[in-house]
C-alpha cells in the first residue's frame, strides 16, 4: 500500500484549450499532513487573436473579486493599456517600427521619448502631474559631428554622452573597444536633491548645471572582453588573471602610489565548473563540495591554518529546497539554562513556501524591525537562545503572519492585505486597518507611502525611491532625511543623509557617491570635513566580498588602522557572516532571519559594526532599515518588497512578492526576479559571451523574417561593434528589446548604452520559448534556426559599415585591403565560444549562430553591394571574406584532428573559449557541428 506523505496528490496541472493556451493552472496547497489539500486555481484569458487579455489569481479567483492584470491590444499586436490591482493603469503608444513614443502611469506621469532620423532614442521628456514637462535624460551619438576622431575612437554609432538623472555620462574621451565596452568613462553630478532637467541644445548650459568634480574610470580587456584592469577615479588599480577557460583564476589591487597587493591567488574548479577552492591573499582558505548527480552545493568550508571559520553544511529534499543549514565550526551554546546551536532547520508546504525555521539569536530581540538589541563583543558570544519562526500565506503568495517563539520573547506581526489588491500593511494592536487605511498607505502606481514606523517615503517620476524622511520637523528643509539618486542604469549613483544636531545648531551630512570600483564617503559637519573615505571594493574576489577602506586627510577613526582589509565570507545567498581583517583575524559576525532581519550580531567593538555596509544577501542595509538590491527596496521584518515589480509577471501575479516565499533556496540579484545558487554562478560565468541572446531569442520566437534577419544583424553587431555600429545603425529598423516595461529605453540594433544598462531587467523580460527545444546533452539536429539569410537592405548596411567603422575607412584599394585584414584577425577572436555540454550547451548553439551569420552576412554583402562603389575596394572586401572563411575551416580541420585540447583552442581563439566548429561551406549553407571532449 502506497505510503502517504505532505506532497501526495498535490500535483501541478495545466488545462489548455484548442489551441493549447494554459487557460487554467491548478495546484495544490497544504502544510500539514492531516491538513485537507487546498486547491489554488489560476484563470488565464485570451482574444480570438490568442493575446492575452486577463489572469487572476487563486485568491481573487475564490473570491471572484478582480483580475489582477487585464490587456489591451493595439491591431499590429502591442499592449496599449495594462490595468493592474497593485500598480494601477498604464497606458503605451508606439510608432509605426514599434518603438514607444508615450507612456502614462496610474499617477498620471507621462514620459515622452524623441528619436533621431537613424531611430535612435534622443531624449526622454517628463511630466508629472500638474507640473510642466521637464528633459530628464538626453543622449548624444559619436556620429553627431562634435567628437573628434570618432572613426579611431569606435564612436559611431555607440553613445558618447548621455546627461541622466544623476548628472552626466561621458565616454567620448576615450571611445570603446572591439567588443563594443567602454574605454574610459568621466561621471559628471549635479549637485544633491536636484532633479535633471536637460532643456535646450546649449551644451554649455548643461555642463554649468553639474558640479565641478569630474569621476573618471578606465577599464583594459581580453581578447574575449573579459576585465584585465580597471583603473577608479583615485587612481587604484585591480587587475584581474583567468585561466584557459576564462574563469578567474587571481586578482589584485594597487593602491594609487602603492605597491600591488594580491587579493586573491588561487582559485581550483571541477568539471562542471564550479569552484573547488579558493586561496585568498589573508591566508584563508575556502573549500567546495557538491552533490555529484546535481551539483548542488553540500559543503563550505573556511579556514586560516588550522582554524576553521565557517563550515557550512547544507541539507535538501528531493526537488532542491534547503532543509537544513548547519555551521560545524560553531559550538553549542547555553544561556539561561537554554541549549542554542549553529544548526538551521526549514520546513516547506506543497507550494514549496518557506513555513517554519528554527536557529538561534541574541536575546531581547526587537519586534519591530529585527534588529539587535545591542552589539554582543565576542568574549560574550555564549549569549545565545534558540528560536522558532512559523510563517503563514494567503491564497495570493501574500506573507500575512510571522510568529515568533523564544525563551520569554515571543510576538506576531500579522499583515492586513486588501480585499482589493496586494497591498499590505503592519496591523498593530492600536489601530483597526480597514481596507481604505491600507489602500491609502499605497499611490496609484503601488508605491508605499511611508514605512510602518512612520517613516515618509517620496518617489520620483520612474517609481524610484527618491529620499526618506527619518524625522519630520516644521520645515520640510529642516527634516532629518536619507536622499537617493540614480544613473540611467537604474542603480544608485549617490546617497546623502542629513541630520540636525545639538538643537538644530549643527547640520551634519553624509554623502555617498558609487563609483566602479569605489564608494566615496566624506562626512560634514556645518559644511567641515569630519571623514574622509574612500571604500575601494573589489570587484574579482572570488565568493568573498572584499573591501578596503582608506581615509584621507587623517580622518580615520581611533582603533582602527588606516587601509583597513575588510573580507566578507558569505553563505549559499552572498549574506555576510564574518568579516576578516588582512591578518584573519575577526572584525564582525553577524546571522540572519529567514527573510533577512539580523538575529545575531557580535563584533570586535561597535565602531567595527558602523563599517560595515555589506549584510544580507550581499546588500547595503540603510539608516531606514531597507535594504537596497538595485531597482527596489526591500523590508526585511515584513518579508515583501517596497514597491512593484518593474519587471512585471516575471516572478507571478504578486508584484510584491519575496522570492517566491521561498528566501532560502532563491535569492534575487537586483530587485525582479529569484534565481537559485547555481544557476546565479553558471550565469556569471558565461554572461561575457553573448550579450545579445535575449534579442535572438525574442524575435526568432516572433514568425516575422525581417525581424528574424534584423535579429541576426543584431547579434553580429554585438560582436563586433566597434567596427560595424555606424551604418547598420543607419539603415536597419530598431528592434523593441522587451516589453512596455522597457519602453523608451531600448535602442537601435547597435545598442545605445541605455540598452545595456537595463540588461537585467530585459533578460527577465524576454521569453526563452525557443531556448527549451535544445536538449543539452544531445547534438542539435534538423536546420540551422536562421536558415537562409536573405536581406540585402541589412547586408548592404553592413558593407557600408566595414568601410566606414574600421580603423581605416574604405577609401581606396589599400585601405580597403587593411580592412579585410582587419576583418580576418578579429573575426576568430569574436567567435569565442564555452562549451559545457551538460550545462552551457544552450549558450553555445546560440553563439555557433553568432559565428555563422558574422560569415554569412559578409559573404552575402559582396553580393549584393552595389558595383556602382570603388571597384578595388570591392575586390579586396571579397578578399577579405574568403580569408575568413578560409582561416575558419582550416581551424575546423584542424579541431577535428586534435580533438580540441584546450591549449590549442586557447592558442587560436583566445583564452579556451572553443567547443564547438562552425562550419560554412560554399554554397553558404550552414552547418554546427558539436565535438565532445
Known amino acids: 500500500m502506497p505510503t502517504t506523505t505532505l506532497h501526495s496528490d498535490t500535483p501541478e496541472i495545466s488545462v489548455l484549450d484548442n489551441r493549447k493556451a494554459a487557460i487554467r493552472t491548478l495546484r495544490y496547497q497544504r502544510k500539514d499532513i492531516a491538513e485537507e489539500v487546498n486547491e489554488r486555481i489560476e484563470w488565464h484569458t485570451f482574444s480570438s487573436l490568442g493575446h492575452l487579455t486577463s489572469t487572476t489569481d487563486a485568491r481573487f479567483f475564490t473570491n471572484n473579486t478582480a483580475c489582477n492584470f487585464q490587456y489591451h491590444y493595439a491591431l499590429n499586436g502591442k499592449a496599449l493599456r495594462t490595468d493592474s490591482v497593485d500598480a494601477g493603469s498604464s497606458y503605451v503608444f508606439y510608432d509605426i517600427e514599434g518603438k514607444p513614443l508615450w507612456q502614462q502611469d496610474a499617477r498620471a506621469t507621462q514620459q515622452h521619448y524623441d528619436y533621431d532620423l537613424l531611430g535612435r532614442h534622443t531624449e526622454r521628456r517628463e511630466t508629472l502631474a500638474g507640473e510642466t514637462s521637464a528633459v530628464r535624460e538626453r543622449f548624444c551619438y559619436g556620429d553627431s559631428g562634435e567628437i573628434n576622431d570618432d572613426g579611431r575612437k569606435n564612436l559611431r554609432g555607440q553613445l558618447a554622452k548621455h546627461y541622466d538623472t544623476a548628472g552626466l555620462l561621458d565616454y567620448s574621451v576615450m571611445g570603446y573597444g572591439l567588443e563594443s565596452s567602454p574605454l574610459q568613462q568621466q561621471r559628471q553630478l549635479l549637485p544633491i536633491e536636484t532633479d535633471s532637467d536637460w532643456q535646450g541644445s546649449d551644451a554649455n548650459g548643461w555642463q554649468q548645471a553639474l558640479t565641478g568634480d569630474t569621476y573618471t574610470t578606465g577599464w583594459r580587456y581580453a581578447a574575449d572582453g573579459q576585465v584585465l584592469q580597471q583603473t577608479d577615479t583615485k587612481g587604484h588599480q585591480q587587475r584581474s588573471s583567468y585561466d584557459v577557460m576564462g574563469r578567474l583564476k587571481a586578482s589584485s589591487v594597487t593602491l594609487n602610489g602603492d605597491s600591488e597587493q594580491s587579493v586573491l591567488t588561487a582559485v581550483s574548479y571541477n568539471a562542471a565548473g564550479r569552484k573547488l577552492r579558493e586561496q585568498a591573499a589573508n591566508h584563508i582558505v575556502t573549500d567546495y563540495s557538491y552533490e555529484p548527480e546535481t551539483q548542488r552545493l553540500l559543503g563550505m568550508t573556511t579556514t586560516r591554518g588550522n582554524t576553521r571559520l565557517q563550515q557550512w553544511h547544507y541539507s535538501y529534499d528531493p526537488v532542491g529546497n534547503i532543509t537544513a543549514l548547519a555551521n560545524a565550526a560553531e559550538v553549542d551554546s547555553y544561556f539561561n539554562n537554554q541549549q542554542a546551536t549553529a544548526v538551521r532547520h526549514y520546513q516547506y508546504d506543497t507550494l514549496y513556501q518557506l513555513i517554519s525555521a528554527s536557529g538561534r539569536e541574541n536575546p531581547g530581540q526587537s519586534s519591530v524591525i529585527d534588529n539587535p538589541a545591542a552589539i554582543v563583543p565576542p568574549p560574550d558570544s555564549g549569549q545565545y537562545v534558540p528560536y522558532t519562526r512559523n510563517y503563514q500565506y494567503d491564497a495570493g503568495g501574500n506573507l500575512t503572519q510571522i510568529q515568533h517563539q523564544a525563551d520569554n520573547h515571543h510576538y506576531t506581526r500579522t499583515l492586513r492585505v486588501s480585499a482589493h489588491s496586494n497591498h499590505a500593511i503592519l496591523d498593530t494592536s492600536t489601530v483597526t486597518r480597514t481596507v481604505g487605511h491600507i489602500e491609502e498607505a499605497f499611490d496609484a502606481c503601488g508605491n508605499q507611502q511611508q514605512l510602518d514606523t512612520g517613516q515618509r517615503l517620496l518617489w520620483d517620476g520612474l517609481n524610484q525611491l527618491q529620499r526618506v524622511t527619518t524625522i519630520a520637523r516644521d520645515s520640510s528643509e529642516d527634516d532629518d532625511r536619507e536622499s537617493y539618486s540614480y544613473g540611467a542604469d537604474g542603480m544608485r549613483v549617490r546617497k546623502t543623509g542629513t541630520t540636525q544636531a545639538s538643537g538644530g545648531n549643527t547640520l551634519q551630512q553624509q554623502d555617498v557617491i558609487y563609483l566602479p570600483g569605489i564608494e566615496l564617503r566624506r562626512t560634514h559637519s556645518n559644511q567641515v570635513v569630519t571623514e574622509h573615505l574612500e571604500v575601494i571594493t573589489i570587484g574579482a574576489a572570488g565568493r568573498s566580498q572584499v573591501r578596503l577602506l582608506h581615509w584621507l586627510d587623517g580622518t580615520e577613526p581611533d582603533a ?49 559594526v558602523k563599517y560595515k555596509t555589506i549584510r544580507y544577501s550581499g546588500k547595503e542595509r540603510d539608516s531606514s532599515g531597507l535594504y537596497y538590491y538595485g531597482y527596489r527596496y526591500y523590508q526585511p521584518w515584513l518579508g515583501r518588497w517596497l514597491n512593484t515589480d518593474p519587471a512585471g509577471t516575471v516572478d507571478g501575479l504578486n508584484l510584491y512578492r519575496m522570492v517566491r516565499n521561498n528566501p532560502l533556496t532563491l535569492s534575487d540579484g537586483d530587485g525582479t526576479s529569484p ?3 547555481d544557476v546565479k554562478g553558471m550565469t556569471r560565468e558565461i554572461k561575457h559571451i553573448s550579450r545579445s541572446a535575449k534579442v535572438v531569442r525574442e524575435n526568432l520566437n516572433k514568425s516575422d523574417q525581417r525581424i528574424v534577419a534584423t535579429a541576426g544583424l543584431n547579434i553580429a553587431i554585438s560582436s563586433l561593434a566597434g567596427p560595424i555600429n555606424y551604418a547598420a545603425g543607419m539603415l536597419v529598423p530598431p528592434i523593441a528589446v522587451a516589453p512596455a516595461m522597457l519602453a523608451g529605453l531600448s535602442g537601435t540594433v547597435t545598442g545605445d548604452l541605455t540598452n545595456r544598462a537595463l540588461n537585467k531587467v530585459a533578460d527577465k523580460a524576454v521569453g526563452t520559448d525557443l531556448s527549451h527545444t535544445l536538449e543539452t546533452s544531445k547534438k542539435p539536429k534538423g536546420k540551422p534556426v536562421l536558415g537562409r539569410y536573405s536581406a540585402p537592405v541589412a547586408d548592404y548596411g553592413f558593407a557600408i559599415a566595414t568601410g566606414n567603422s574600421f580603423p581605416y575607412a574604405v577609401t581606396d584599394a589599400s585601405s580597403a585591403s587593411r580592412s579585410g585584414n582587419y576583418v580576418t584577425k578579429n573575426l576568430t577572436k569574436a567567435s569565442k565560444l564555452i562549451y559545457d555540454r551538460q550545462t552551457l550547451a544552450k549558450q553555445a548553439y546560440h553563439d555557433a549562430h ?29 578578399m577579405g571574406v574568403k580569408k575568413a572563411e578560409s582561416r575558419l575551416n582550416a581551424l575546423k580541420e584542424d579541431a577535428y584532428r586534435i580533438g580540441y585540447p584546450a591549449g590549442y583552442a586557447s592558442k587560436h581563439f583566445g583564452p579556451g573559449h572553443i567547443g564547438i566548429a562552425a562550419h560554412f561551406e560554399v554554397n553558404r549553407n550552414v552547418k554546427f557541428d558539436y565535438i565532445d571532449n
Open 560 to 608: 582602527i588602522a588606516n587601509r583597513q582589509w575588510r573580507y566578507s565570507l558569505d553563505d549559499h545567498l552572498g549574506s555576510s557572516h564574518l568579516e576578516l581583517d588582512d591578518s584573519g583575524n575577526i572584525l564582525t559576525k553577524e546571522e540572519y532571519y529567514a527573510y533577512g532581519g539580523t538575529a545575531v550580531r557580535t563584533a570586535k567593538s561597535t565602531r567595527e
Open 675 to 677: 534565481s537559485k545558487d
Open 850 to 878: 553568432t559565428a555563422a551569420d558574422r560569415i554569412k552576412m559578409l559573404a552575402d554583402t559582396v553580393n549584393t553591394i552595389d558595383e556602382s562603389s570603388p571597384a578595388l575596394a570591392i575586390i579586396k572586401m571579397r
